[in-house]
């Protein structure tokens, strides 16, 4: 059991046991690592051995650990440090920040045009103990109304005011769309047997959770069914040695626009990232079948990555966290040829800057061909051209940890078209810069 904790450390969570956020431990103090790793084990250890004993009368106790909510020393960069305007892809950026529950939306300057946020202390009884420092993803409305997860615990709605429109327990994490009839796709999971897949002990199965515009639930489609009903079920055979066996970070409707290019992309199947099976998928939800899969580890494509994304040529754009054997850190960004099975293009860092994150991460092929890339433990943001120049950064100007020694992790950066945004044109920014009163 030593082994997986050690292997997983970050990504992995435990609700009975919540560590602290403000935790952090430098990558070459190797020393520090081991006497880390020992006092995890000795504490959750017997826990998850009491937990796999007695899985059948108690499942719900497993869970895994929560994001940090920064991971390195500030470099005392802050906001935006590279701007091109004659290179760059001018718009506004959602933001989603480790520092506190709260979204923003922001400019090419990096001045605050407005945020949203939200304490969990009147939300869910219990939710206070865990999770209750930042959202994990944000999905933004064309009318400014946010969907909001926290993650392990559920969904919230808020109007632009940051009103409570509604908030739904339901143990989501990771990401939230909305389909063209305004239903809300979210990733869930539950604990249950390990017998389902044939595991010796209790697995989070993971689910794509249906519901109406306004939280009710509709449906639950399981990602462990969907293999096990299709040719790919021998992905499930595997034995990657964590609870957390699937753990699924990204998620992609399709509308049905790309159809044309293949039946893989008809309306309403799924694009899923699934970390611990280095395994990008597309599910008919139809038919809760998987259509389509490639194991990354095994054809040596990508190792551990995040958010899977359809482009509009059929490729799949893809953040691979930690399958860059590179000089320039163990991160970076691929376009993927499903149908060729190649890599056809890819950004990896430059010469005297790492690209390394080894948790989250995300990035989004722009209209004018650039690539928005967030490496989200260094709190960093960055759009690069097709030849990999960089043309505009920023960094997360937000602190936490002890004597906010730490970079806030930013877990996410999307930008708009400005006319997506229409009802921001008449405000004025908040403050003069991001994190700046």
């Known amino acids: 059991m030593v082994k997986p904790l050690e292997a997983g450390f970050k990504e992995m969570r435990m609700e009975a046991f919540p560590v602290s ?4 431990v430098k990558k070459n103090d190797k ?7 020992s006092i995890v084990a000795a504490i959750f250890m017997p826990a998850m051995l009491f937990a796999q004993e007695n899985a059948n009368n108690n499942l719900g106790e497993l869970s895994s650990l929560p994001y940090l909510q920064g991971y390195h020393e500030s470099t005392g960069k802050s906001g935006v440090t590279v701007y091109d305007e004659t290179a760059f892809h001018p718009g506004l950026n959602l933001y989603c ?10 400019d090419m300057r990096g001045n605050i ?10 939300l869910w009884e219990g939710g206070k103990a865990r999770h209750q420092k930042h959202w994990r993803r944000v999905y933004l409305y064309e009318n400014g109304d946010l969907l909001a997860i926290w993650e392990q615990l559920g969904v919230i709605k808020l109007d632009k005011d940051s009103n409570l429109l509604w908030a739904k327990r339901n143990e989501a994490h990771h990401q939230v769309t909305v389909s063209g009839d305004d239903k809300v796709y979210v990733l869930t999971q539950h604990l249950k047997s390990g017998k389902a897949i044939s595991k010796k002990r209790p697995v989070l199965d993971n689910y794509i959770t249906v519901l109406t515009s306004d939280g009710r639930f509709i449906k639950e489609y399981s990602l462990s069914e969907a293999f096990q009903q299709s040719p790919y079920a021998h992905f499930l055979d595997q034995e990657n040695g964590q609870t957390d066996f699937f753990h699924t970070n990204s998620l992609q409707l399709f509308d049905g626009s790309l159809s044309h290019i293949s039946p ?5 199947n799924v694009l899923v990232a ?5 395994t990008v998928a597309i599910i008919d939800l139809e038919n809760n079948e998987v259509v389509w899969a490639e194991d990354g580890k095994e054809n040596g494509l990508w190792k551990k990555m995040h958010d899977a994304t359809l482009l509009p040529d059929g490729h799949i754009l893809l953040f691979d966290n930690l399958g860059n054997s590179g000089a320039h850190g163990r991160s970076r960004v691929l376009e993927y040829d499903l149908f060729n099975k ?9 010469e005297g800057r790492s690209f390394d994150t080894e948790t ?3 990035s989004q092929r722009l209209s004018n061909g650039n690539t928005l890339i967030t490496e989200s433990e260094k709190g960093r943001a960055f759009e690069v051209t097709n030849e990999g120049n960089i043309v505009w950064e920023f960094y997360n100007p937000y602190r936490t940890g002890n004597e906010n020694r730490l970079v806030a992790t930013l877990f996410h950066l999307h930008r708009f078209e400005p006319e997506y945004l229409g009802w921001l044109n008449d405000r004025k920014p908040e403050i003069s810069k991001t994190g700046e009163k």
């Open 21 to 24: 956020t403000d935790a952090v």
């Open 113 to 122: 045009l407005h945020r949203w946020t939200r304490n969990i202390d009147d």
């Open 31 to 37: 020393t520090g690592v081991r006497v880390l790793m």
């Open 264 to 268: 893989l992309f008809k309306k309403g």
């Open 274 to 278: 699934i970390r611990n099976l280095d």
């Open 342 to 350: 190649e890599i056809i293009w890819k950004y990896d860092g430059d």
């Open 97 to 106: 920040s480790g520092h506190r529950p709260e979204a923003g939306i922001m």
């Open 360 to 362: 989250c991460g995300t």
